[in-house]
């Protein structure tokens, strides 16, 4: 059975402690577009390394606290 890479995020729980930021505050912040902070929030897309170092950056903490991946099973 294939294993499937699945990357996790905390940015609404980060966005949430930084004074309710906006999706749109972040975008501003790092460069992108709302929709794609939305996408990435909602873990229907994963961010380039570079945007998700500038995303972390933005919050002031480190990559590991804002992104995590967990390898599952494909069939599920």
């Known amino acids: 059975m294939a294993k499937k890479l699945q990357i996790k995020n905390n940015i609404r729980r980060f966005r949430f ?8 505050q972040l975008a501003e912040k790092v460069g992108a577009s709302r929709q794609t902070i939305v996408a990435i929030e909602a873990g229907k897309y994963s961010p380039s390394l ?3 170092f500038r995303i972390a950056d933005a919050f002031g903490v480190e990559i590991g ?12």
């Not at 402690?17 to 749109?24: C, D, G, P, R, S």
């Not at 606290?65 to 599920?76: A, G, I, L, P, T």
């Open 50 to 52: 570079e945007l998700a």
């Open 17 to 24: 402690f930084a004074n309710e930021m906006t999706q749109k």
């Open 65 to 76: 606290e804002v992104f995590s991946y967990e390898m599952s099973d494909k069939d599920k």
